[in-house]
């Protein structure tokens, strides 16, 4: 990355798309260690509310690759085909989420896009693992799935 981008940073692009971003520790307490658990690295999105929820990073570069990718579901995930396997959709907006960061000057380098990658390799049926990879190929030089 070009340089250490700040939870301000994101909010501010938040703000230009009109989608309402909640920081776990900063806009809300995250109080059990259970709860601290399940935010560790992790964020989701509200479609229904086309809002985004960013978790604990200690890498300010996986919060903001993770950002990018809620943010593509909230902008394009209801553009996708209704039948898209849940796996299409989620590789689409890790696609999409680093190609809006672009557009805003943002790259990520292979440690952060090979994460992103990583984090489909849990759900992903071997069978499908081919389009990550030949993604990974381009991206990052190399396939994931070994
Ligand atoms: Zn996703």
């Given at each position: 990355m070009i340089r250490q981008i700040s939870i301000s940073d994101l909010r501010a692009i938040a703000d230009q798309y009109g989608v309402p971003v909640r920081f776990a520790g900063v806009d809300w307490e995250v109080l059990t260690p259970e709860e601290r658990k399940i935010w560790i690295n992790a964020s989701c999105c509200m479609l229904d509310e086309s809002s985004i929820e960013i978790g604990l990073y200690d890498d300010n570069e996986l919060m903001a690759i993770s950002f990018f990718h809620e943010l593509a579901h909230v902008l394009h995930?209801?553009?996708?085909?209704?039948?898209?396997?849940d796996i299409e959709y989620e590789i689409d907006a890790w696609k999409i989420g680093i190609s809006i960061a672009a557009g805003h000057g943002i790259s990520f380098s292979t440690k952060a896009i090979s994460w992103a990658l990583d984090q489909m390799k849990t759900y992903t049926p071997k069978g499908m693992m081919a389009e990550i990879d030949k993604y990974a190929e381009e991206k990052i030089g190399r396939p994931i799935s070994q």
């Open positions: 995930d209801h553009m996708l085909p209704a039948d898209s396997e």
